[in-house]
């Protein structure tokens, strides 16, 4: 039996993975800003592998957002909408506070439909 902990970077087809997009693999000392004169990374940039919900809230914190969810075992209020501020995202779940009411949440990505902001969002896939 294999006792080994699940490691989030490795991907068995690629190696580990940095979260900066850089697989340990060999790139020739090749960045891809030598290669492409044209290239300028930001803070707002996310290699292909990255575009997760959780990184693009990262990337969007303190912008106002709806967050469509369903909940099926719900009775009453199987679908719900939740309009706040992007205050933190993890792998599993997401916190929004109410500016009208005050209130924090914390939300399952598990129910989440999909988000809609009201404004042009931080998203640019490398």
Known sequence: ???????????????????????????N???????????????????????????????NKGKIASFYMTFPEAGEWKNKVFTGIVEQAARDHFVISDPKT??????????LDYIVFDEEINYKIL
């Open 1 to 27: 039996m294999n006792n080994s902990y699940f490691n989030p970077n490795y991907n068995p087809n690629l190696g580990y993975n940095d979260m900066t997009g850089s697989t340990g693999a060999p790139n």
């Open 102 to 111: 005050g209130k924090w949440y914390l939300l399952l990505s598990i129910y």
């Open 29 to 59: 000392g090749v960045s891809a800003g030598a290669s492409n004169p044209n290239f300028i990374a930001s803070s707002t940039d996310l290699p292909m592998e990255q575009s997760y919900v959780e990184n693009i809230l990262r990337m």
